[in-house]
């Protein structure tokens, strides 16, 4: 499309499509589709949101599809059957736009092609805008394959509806995506713009209690934008540096609301860490005691700088859950970890948070570049020393995945990365030590040493789940 400019109807009608999933139930309506929807519908356009996503009929013939699949051989003639039946249940395709969400890139990303392309199929002038946490980081590898795709979105996503509600627009000038520029035969992408999370209008989830799917017992929320850390093996969009808070009194206004209006008192906090800041953090809490809201909620906090005071007044203020990133304990490769987490004062913290009634959730990652089983070894201790103080351990291998410090500047980290031929089929990024292990023997250790932990997390009757999940089991 590259220059060529695209018209639109001045009543714009959005659908957007969350795909079902393999038997798991979605325990939060997403925040991005909350705040699209209030975006479109304050400028008086239609939203329709489809569900699909725990529809449980799909169970069979989706596990059939996931499993037969080849890497960009999603459009293959055995899956129509299945395509169209999907596409039947998404029902009027005489839509301008077509959104898909895609959380989990490996089983809806799939999907997510195979319907667009028939509906793009069925309805020429329909656009395709495809989003989530993975295609921020892979988006132009996916769209040079499937070129039909109009937009993908790899920053923010309410900058890009904001310019597509406009009446005519062109596609070099919707910030914050990637597009196959036809003019120049090549993937382009536009420039990206970070809002001040103010400027923005608070979601309504009002679609997500008018679908068949049982009704959302917690509700996300974000009181900020942006990360202060820059941790090397982070892809997520918000490791940019930036800070925006909300105004506080709109804040707990906004709760206010939304336990009325939908009967909610359980929330999840989505920011990456509300103690960034404690001036920000405690006035918060002060404001949240104050209002005597009853809300439970969960919440990432980062390890450090948490006297018991504070900690106290995060209980008493309706925390439940906490999310802590420790990554790694033992002492070289936590001191290359941005957060520059002291393990002593996050044993203290951990088991201060657990005294007064929060349940606390970690998550490590193992297979650092050039890590050893000394590490391992740390690790396990760790887990053992604090098993009182933990509820769940999450762990994950390192990956140098695209967008991350580790990606884009992999000599620092001692790394050579390889070319990864599975996009969207393995979560794997493949890379040689320097001067160490080859990738094939890399990613035995890795394997192995995720085996190690998971044994130790399981020996000691801990939890390994979704924090979503547990949140949800604790209220």
């Known amino acids: 499309m590259g220059q060529i400019q695209l018209y639109w109807k001045i009543s714009m009608r959005i659908k957007t499509i969350l795909l079902p999933r393999r038997a798991i139930s ?33 169970t069979r013939k989706y596990n059939d599809f996931l499993e037969e699949f080849k890497p960009f051989e999603v459009l293959k003639k055995e899956n129509r059957g299945f395509i169209h039946s999907v596409v039947k249940d998404i029902g009027n395709i005489k839509f301008d736009i077509f959104y898909f969400y895609i959380d989990w890139w490996n089983e809806t990303l799939p999907l997510a092609i195979a319907v667009a392309n028939q509906i793009k199929k069925l309805n020429k002038k329909a656009r395709i805008l495809l989003s989530g946490p993975y295609l921020n980081s892979y988006g132009k590898e996916i769209l040079d394959k499937f070129k039909f795709i109009d937009y993908i979105a790899v920053s923010e996503i309410e900058p890009v509806f904001n310019k597509l509600l406009d009446n005519s627009v062109c ?92 009967n909610i008192n359980n929330f999840y906090f989505e920011d990456d860490a509300l103690n960034f800041n404690n001036d920000y953090l405690e006035e918060f809490l ?27 007044k995060i209980r008493k203020a309706g925390c439940v859950h906490i999310r802590w990133g420790i990554e790694s304990v033992h002492p070289s490769i936590a001191s290359k970890i941005a957060k520059d ?20 959730q970690i998550s490590l990652i193992v297979g650092f570049p050039h890590e050893n089983n000394i590490s391992i070894k740390h690790m396990k201790s760790f887990i053992v020393k604090n098993k009182q103080s933990l509820k769940i351990v999450n762990a994950y291998t390192f990956k140098p995945r695209a967008g991350t410090l ?70």
């Open 26 to 58: 979605r325990p939060i309506p997403y925040w991005d589709i909350g705040s699209i929807a209030a975006n479109v519908k304050s400028k008086c356009q239609e939203f329709k949101l489809i569900d699909l996503e725990t529809a449980n009929y799909y």
């Open 171 to 262: 596609s070099s000038e919707i910030p914050n995506i990637v597009y196959f520029d036809r003019n120049n035969n090549k993937v382009a992408e536009t420039k990206k713009i970070i809002t001040d999370i103010n400027e923005l209008l608070f979601p309504e989830f009002d679609s997500f209690f008018k679908t068949k799917q049982p009704a959302a017992k917690i509700l996300p929320f974000r009181l900020s934008r942006g990360c202060k850390y820059r941790c090397f093996f982070c892809a997520c969009l918000s490791a940019e540096q930036l800070r925006y808070y909300r105004n506080i009194d709109v804040v707990v206004k906004h709760l206010k609301q939304y336990n009325k209006k939908y």
């Open 286 to 312: 002060n404001k949240l005691i104050q209002a005597k809201l009853n809300i439970k909620w969960s919440a990432y906090f980062i390890a450090k700088d948490l006297p018991l005071a504070i900690i106290e």
């Open 341 to 360: 987490i002291s393990i002593l004062e996050a044993e203290k913290i951990l088991s201060d948070t657990a005294k007064i009634g929060i349940s606390n």
């Open 406 to 475: 580790a990606y884009k500047h992999p000599e620092r980290y001692g790394i050579n990365i390889l070319k990864d031929n599975a996009v969207f089929k393995k979560d794997v990024v493949p890379f040689d030590e320097t001067n160490g292990l080859i990738w094939r023997n890399k990613r035995a250790a890795q394997q192995l040493f995720l085996k190690v932990i998971n044994g130790v997390i399981q020996d000691n009757q801990l939890l390994n789940i979704d924090p979503r999940e547990h949140f949800k089991q604790i209220i």
